[in-house]
């Protein structure tokens, strides 16, 4: 694994590391204008925490609103030689953290009604909890991907491939979203916003870095789940809403992005005829589901279908 180099830049008074009781961790690869709107509903919306703010820079390029955050009294910039994705540059911001527990924050977020207190509390209150996590809303503030009751597998393939009607019998609603009201036990929660202790975070050495963007959530709570018996868990009443995908413009990109992290996560914690099975399956439903929003007219999602089902053949 290449080793990275930093270097904190800006105030040079404001890095000293004082202790503080939160650390949130922004990753930042030319997304400073989305991090500057997501850290002042922080400011705004996060009330009785003594708290500091990373932001770990990718090494953006042409970003014009980086400076503006180096010049902000109370962000420390890590910056990063190079691009080296979500869970190396999150390891490099935690860290240059001080915080007694940390919470990873994407960029394309924004905090409402003292949702990182709730979260917090929730965290202090029960030493059983490994990570927590909020219920996420979308730019419409409809429900969006907070959390996954069940890990990812054959299982977990098809029902995304029969339009998840298997986990909409089993957990009905709230398979992705908590509509219970109570806190619920999750397989994982989504990377976009999760909390842990950072004794947690540092005793399975954060996160995989052979991923370079996606799964690594899944495989972090997985690697929390075995080696520390902690739980998982969603905090309904904590909100904060998830934009989604702004900071990668290109489709296609994403997709190849997921079914690349997909392989290494399969390869890590299944055994190879898991993984070879999940493909047989997985692209049959695919098929069948492209040729199903073909025939309905949804061009958009039968194109997704077939680019998935191309890439998993790409990456056999």
């Not at 963007?213 to 075995?226: G, S």
């Not at 997709?255 to 690349?260: H, K, V």
Request: charged content about 25%.
């Amino acid at each position: 694994m290449k080793n990275y180099f930093c270097s904190i830049i800006g105030n040079t008074d404001k890095h000293i590391k004082m202790q503080k009781e939160l650390s949130i961790i922004y990753v930042n690869y030319n997304t400073a204008d989305q991090v500057m709107k997501s850290v002042e509903s922080v400011r705004r919306h996060t009330k009785g925490i003594d708290y500091e703010i990373i932001v770990a820079d990718n090494n953006s390029q042409n970003d014009t609103n980086l400076q503006t955050l180096i010049d902000d009294e109370a962000v420390k910039v890590v910056r990063l030689d190079d691009n080296y994705g979500f869970g190396k540059a999150n390891n490099a911001g935690v860290k240059e953290s001080t915080g007694e527990y940390i919470f990873l924050l994407n960029p394309d977020t924004i905090c409402h009604d003292n949702s990182i207190k709730i979260l917090l509390d929730c965290l202090k209150a029960d030493k059983a909890i490994g990570v927590i996590g909020p219920n996420l809303i979308n730019a419409q503030s409809t429900p969006t991907h907070s959390f996954r009751r069940a890990g990812d597998g054959i299982i977990t393939e098809l029902n995304f491939s029969l339009f998840g009607l298997p986990y909409k019998a089993l957990y009905g609603n709230n398979f992705e979203f908590n509509h219970s009201g109570k806190q619920i036990d999750v397989a994982y929660t989504c990377g976009a916003a999760m909390m842990m202790r950072r004794e947690t975070f540092e005793k399975i050495g954060g996160f995989d870095e052979s991923f370079f963007m996606y799964y690594e959530d899944q495989d972090l709570c997985n690697r929390i789940k075995k080696t520390t018996g902690l739980r998982i868990v969603n905090e309904p009443t904590a909100i904060i809403q998830h934009l989604e995908g702004t900071s990668i413009s290109l489709n296609s990109r994403r997709e190849r992005y997921i079914i690349q992290s997909r392989k290494k996560y399969f390869l890590k914690t299944m055994p190879k005829w898991h993984f070879r099975v999940a493909n047989i399956l997985t692209k049959f439903f695919l098929l069948i589901g492209e040729f199903a929003y073909t025939l309905c007219g949804k061009k958009e999602l039968a194109e997704k279908y077939s680019c998935r089902r191309n890439l998993i053949s790409e990456y056999e």
